[in-house]
């Protein structure tokens, strides 16, 4: 793992590989035995044996190396112990990123930090009974993926995410949805802040403008993802949605930093400090100390100079033409 900040690398450190490529993991977390989620925090390399037993059983691909801890005096480190806030940015379909946020959790625990760990992933109406789920079984976390209708709702192989979920449910961490209800993401996306009450509208920080130059760089970022194909109709509401979105994620951090540290696991345009999470909470609640992270395969850019620092993570995943679902 290659951890950089500014204009600086620190290529001494250790590099995080994943343990294998979507769907090669069983519905496991990588940190059980049989099945059986074992309670408190379990170092890497256990976590890591623990994997290779369950995907040996699968029939699945396993990295040659484990996952190592995070590296001393790193910009990532140091985040993990102090901050208030680290806002880890994936890639969603690299399981070296949810390796890393495992390792992330592990790491805070270790130095005796108990943070609350918010998710992107989790709109605010599963809330309860993600809160029911944990309170008959919490140790499983298998089942989580039910309770969250991970699949149905378009997260794909729950498995890909079960490490961060495992690493939480195992040192028994607060888990918060940082994510709006469909509703509003709707309301959101027709009118903006006209769609909500007003006070839900500045509560997510959609009473105040996004800076034109943030805002230009978002929709042409918006465009790139979308390879060029998205009407330019289509380009205003999506921006009001990403705003809205990143005002729920912030609001929920702010909720939850009021008792402890928080981790936020969140695609790495949310973690963003130009547009992102972390530019509402410079607004919202600037007393906060926010260190925000793009975790990113080697030779991918993801704009360093809108991150407080960026984590290599070694290739990326395989992958098809990202482009040709947008041609069909």
Do not use: Y
């Amino acid at each position: 793992m290659a951890v950089e900040s500014g204009n600086w690398t620190d290529r001494t450190a250790p590099r995080v590989t994943a343990i294998g490529r979507p769907g090669t993991v069983p519905g496991g977390t990588g940190r059980a035995d049989a099945g059986r989620l074992v309670r408190g925090p379990r170092p890497a390399l256990a976590g890591w044996l623990a994997g290779l037993v369950a995907l040996a059983l699968a029939g699945g691909a396993l990295a040659a190396t484990p996952p190592e801890p995070i590296p001393p005096g790193s910009a990532l480190a140091d985040a993990l112990a102090g901050a208030d806030v680290v806002v880890l940015g994936e890639i969603h379909d690299d399981p070296a990123h949810h390796a890393l946020q495992a390792a992330a959790i592990d790491h805070m625990v270790a130095l005796g930090r108990r943070p609350t760990v918010v998710f992107e992933m989790i709109p605010a109406d599963l809330q309860p009974a993600l809160d029911a789920h944990r309170a008959a079984a919490p140790e499983d976390v298998d089942g989580l993926s039910a309770v969250l209708r991970w699949t149905d709702r378009g997260w794909g192989d729950f498995a890909l995410f079960a490490p961060v979920f495992g690493a939480a449910v195992s040192a028994g961490l607060p888990i918060r949805a940082g994510d709006l209800e469909d509703a509003e993401k709707r309301a959101a996306g027709r009118t903006g802040a006209d769609g909500l009450d007003p006070a839900r509208a500045a509560a997510l920080g959609l009473d105040q403008d996004l800076d034109p130059a943030a805002e230009a760089d978002l929709a042409e970022t918006l465009r790139v993802s979308h390879c060029g194909m998205l009407p330019e109709t289509a380009i205003a509401p999506m921006i009001r949605v990403q705003r809205a979105r990143d005002g729920a994620m912030a609001a929920a951090v702010m909720a939850a930093a009021a008792e402890g540290p928080v981790v936020l696991i969140a695609g790495q345009g949310h973690a963003r400090r130009d547009w992102g999470v972390p530019a509402v909470l410079a607004r919202q609640a600037p007393t906060l100390t926010v260190r925000a992270f793009a975790l990113a395969a080697d030779g991918a850019d993801p704009g360093d100079a809108a991150f407080d620092g960026t984590v290599r993570t070694g290739p990326p995943p395989e992958r098809g033409d990202p482009c040709e679902a947008f041609r069909k």
